[in-house]
Nanobody, 116 residues
């Protein structure tokens, strides 16, 4: 069964950090580009970061550049999103996506709330 399961979200104070994980099962992520998106209440889904099949290619939204780091461990079949210096406007449900140009899979998301 193909599945992406996100974890690591929660409540954090402004300026804090979190690391999100996206564990894949049923397919090898080495064949897929991995991305993190986020969706805040009442807003459209936003692409946050993408990592190519290896860590040599990464891309970030301007709003998170310099604060977030996307990575992957193809052996563990897991992608990660390290988020530093979090701001209240980073509050959203964070979802991961695997894409190989023909197939794409989405996880259910993990909520992140940045509040004091």
């Amino acid at each position: 069964q193909v599945q992406l399961v996100e974890s690591g979200g929660g409540l954090v104070q402004p300026g804090g950090s979190l690391r999100l994980s996206c564990a894949a099962s049923g397919f090898p992520i080495i064949d897929y580009t991995m991305s993190w998106y986020r969706q805040a209440p009442g807003k459209e889904r936003e692409l946050v970061a993408t990592v190519g099949r290896t860590d040599t290619f990464t891309n970030y939204a301007d709003s998170v550049k310099g604060r977030y780091t996307i990575s992957r461990d193809n052996v563990k079949n897991t992608a990660y999103l390290r988020m530093n210096r979090l701001k209240p406007e980073d509050t959203a449900v964070y979802l991961c996506k695997a894409n190989n140009g023909r197939l794409q899979y989405w996880g259910q998301g993990t909520p992140v709330t940045v509040s004091s």
